[in-house]
C-alpha cells in the first residue's frame, strides 16, 4: 500500500445528510482512502498497487463516475463487492481487497457507505490492468479461494461482554481490518484462524517508487509479553488517536493507518478499539534462542550504537527513546520493519497526525554504513532475545535485502 495522504481531506460530500456523514465516518475507520488513492492522484480514484505473492493487483475507481467508476452501481451491486467479493458481471474479487472483513458490516452502515460514495465528486480515471501470475490471473479461480477461506456471516456481538468491547470488536473486524496486516497467512493468502494464531504478526510488502516491492513486518498485537502485553489499553488508544505514547511513535506503514483512519475516530471509538485488541488472547510464536556466540556480538553492538538512547538495560529513558524491552516492534516475527529502521532510518511521517505526537527525544539515524550484515544481524537478534525479549534470529542475509 502506497497511498500515504497525510492530513489531505476526504473528497467533499454534496449535501449535509446525517447519513452521508455517518458514512464519512465510517469510511475513515475502514481505511478506503489509502487503499484507493494514488500518490498524487485524485481522491479514490485507484490505480494504487499492490505486489503479492501471486503478482500486482491494483485498486480501482470507486467515485460515482460512470464510465470508469461505481456511478452506475445499485446499491445492491455494491453490497454484493463489499460482501460477497463479487462485481456486477458476475466476476470474483481478489481478497487484497478486504472484503472478508466488510462482510461483517450491518446493513444500516452499509447503506451509509453507499450514499457517502455516491455522494462524492466523480473522478474519469480508468482501472490499471492486474499484472497477476497464471493461474491466479483467473479470477474464477478465486470462487475456490472464497469456498475456502471466506466466511459471509456479518458481525455478531457477544453479550457476555460490554458494550465498548462489542464496538470495538465490530470496528476492528468489520471495518478497520487490522488483521489484514497483524495475522499470519497461510500459502494461499488467508488470514490463519486456528487457535492461537490470529494477530500474532503478519508479513506484507509495499511498493516504494525507489526500491520496488519492500517488505514489512507487522508486530504481534497480542497481549504476550511477545506482542503489545506491555502496553496498556490506554496507550493503544493513545496511539491509535494521537500517533505517540510513551512506548512508540507512529512510523512506516502505520502512518497510513493512524493519518488517514485511527486518528480521525472518536476518543470513544479509539478506546473501544484498544479494549477489544488488549482482550485478545496472549499468543506467540518465538523461534529458538540465538548462539551465545551471536548473542556476545550482537551485544558489543547495541552498546556502541544503540545504548546511550535505549540504555543497557533496554527500558531507554522519557528524554532519549522508547524501551526496546517488551518492544512488539523488535519482537514482530518478521524483522523486515525492525531492520529496515535501523538500516535506512525511521520513515515518519511528514506531518504529524497531532501535537502530542512531538517528543522529547532525538530521532534515529540510519545505521547501515556503520554495520556489516553480520554485526547488524546479531545485534538485531540480541534485541530480540535479551531482556525477556524472545522473537527469531535474524540472519544477514535479512539484512543484505533490506539495503538498498
Ligand atoms: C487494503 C486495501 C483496500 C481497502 C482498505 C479497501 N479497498 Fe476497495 N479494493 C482494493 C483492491 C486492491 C481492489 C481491486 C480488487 C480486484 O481487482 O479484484 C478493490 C476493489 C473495490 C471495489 C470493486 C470495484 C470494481 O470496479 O470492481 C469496490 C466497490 C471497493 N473496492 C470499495 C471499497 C470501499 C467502499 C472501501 C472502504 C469501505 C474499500 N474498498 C477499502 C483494495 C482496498
Ligand atoms: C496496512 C497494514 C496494517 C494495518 C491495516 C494495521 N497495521 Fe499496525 N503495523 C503494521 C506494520 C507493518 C507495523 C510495523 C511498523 C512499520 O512498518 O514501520 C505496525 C505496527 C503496529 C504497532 C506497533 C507500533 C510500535 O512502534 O511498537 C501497533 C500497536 C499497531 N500496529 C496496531 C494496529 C492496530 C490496532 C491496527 C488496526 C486499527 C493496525 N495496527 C492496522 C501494519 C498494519
Ligand atoms: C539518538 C538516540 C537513538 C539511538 C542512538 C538509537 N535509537 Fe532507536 N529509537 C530512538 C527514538 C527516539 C525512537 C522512537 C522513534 C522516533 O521518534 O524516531 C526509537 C525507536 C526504536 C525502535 C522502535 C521501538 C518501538 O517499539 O516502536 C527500535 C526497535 C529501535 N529504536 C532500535 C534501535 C537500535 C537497534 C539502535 C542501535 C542500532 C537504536 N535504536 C539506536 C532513539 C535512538
Same mark, same amino acid.
Given at each position: ?162 458494550? !465498548? ?10 471495518? !478497520? ?106 499468543? !506467540? ?120
Amino acid at each position: 500500500m502506497l497511498g500515504v495522504l497525510f492530513a489531505a481531506p476526504l473528497g467533499a460530500a454534496n449535501g449535509d445528510d446525517t447519513t452521508i456523514e455517518r458514512g464519512e465516518y465510517l469510511v475513515r475507520a475502514a481505511n478506503c482512502v489509502s487503499c484507493h488513492t494514488a500518490p498524487g492522484g485524485a481522491v479514490f480514484a485507484g490505480g494504487v498497487p499492490f505486489p503479492t505473492d501471486f503478482g500486482t493487483i491494483y485498486s480501482t475507481n470507486i467515485t460515482p463516475d460512470e464510465s470508469t467508476g461505481i456511478g452506475k452501481w445499485t446499491f445492491e451491486q455494491f453490497e454484493a463487492a463489499m460482501r460477497r467479493g463479487v462485481r456486477p458481471d458476475g466476476q470474483h474479487l481478489y481478497p487484497a481487497f478486504p472484503y472478508t472483513n466488510f462482510a461483517k458490516i450491518d446493513d444500516a452502515d452499509m447503506r451509509a457507505l453507499y450514499d457517502y460514495f455516491m455522494s462524492v465528486r466523480p473522478v474519469n480515471a480508468p482501472a490499471r490492468k492486474n499484472e497477476m501470475q497464471f493461474p491466479f490471473s483467473q479470477r474464477r479461480l478465486m470462487g475456490v479461494w472464497k469456498a475456502l477461506f471466506f466466511n459471509e456471516e456479518r458481525f455478531k456481538p457477544d453479550p457476555a461482554r460490554p458494550e !465498548a468491547w462489542n464496538r470495538g470488536a465490530y470496528l476492528v473486524e468489520a471495518f !478497520a481490518h487490522c488483521g489484514a496486516c497483524h495475522s499470519p497467512r497461510n500459502l494461499l493468502g488467508a488470514e490463519k484462524t486456528g487457535d492461537g494464531k490470529p494477530y500474532t504478526g503478519g508479513v506484507l510488502d509495499e511498493l516504494d517508487d525507489e526500491r520496488g516491492p519492500v517488505r514489512r513486518g507487522a508486530p504481534n498485537l497480542t497481549s504476550s509479553p511477545h506482542g503489545i502485553g506491555a502496553w496498556s489499553e490506554e496507550d493503544l488508544a493513545h496511539y491509535l488517536k494521537y500517533g505517540a505514547n510513551t512506548r512508540a511513535r507512529v512510523m512506516g506503514t502505520m502512518n497510513e493507518v493512524i493519518l488517514n483512519s485511527t486518528r480521525h475516530l472518536t476518543e470513544d471509538d479509539t478506546r473501544a478499539i484498544a479494549m477489544y485488541i488488549k482482550s485478545l488472547p496472549a499468543s !506467540a510464536d518465538t523461534g529458538g534462542r540465538p548462539s551465545s556466540k551471536v548473542m556476545a556480538l550482537g551485544e558489543k553492538q547495541y552498546d556502541i550504537h544503540c545504548g546511550t538512547c535505549h540504555l543497557p538495560t533496554g527500558l531507554g529513558s522519557d528524554d532519549t527513546g522508547p524501551p526496546l524491552a517488551g518492544s512488539a516492534f523488535a519482537q514482530a516475527p518478521e524483522p523486515a520493519s525492525l531492520i529496515d529502521l535501523v538500516i535506512n532510518g525511521p520513515r515518519l511521517p511528514v506531518v504529524g497526525p497531532s501535537e502530542q505526537w512531538q517528543r522529547p527525544w532525538q530521532s534515529m539515524t540510519p545505521f547501515g554504513q556503520k554495520l556489516s550484515d553480520e554485526e547488524a544481524a546479531a545485534l538485531l537478534s540480541y534485541v530480540r532475545n535479551s531482556w525477556g525479549n524472545a522473537a527469531p534470529e535474524v540472519k544477514p542475509s535479512d539484512i543484505d535485502r533490506m539495503r538498498w
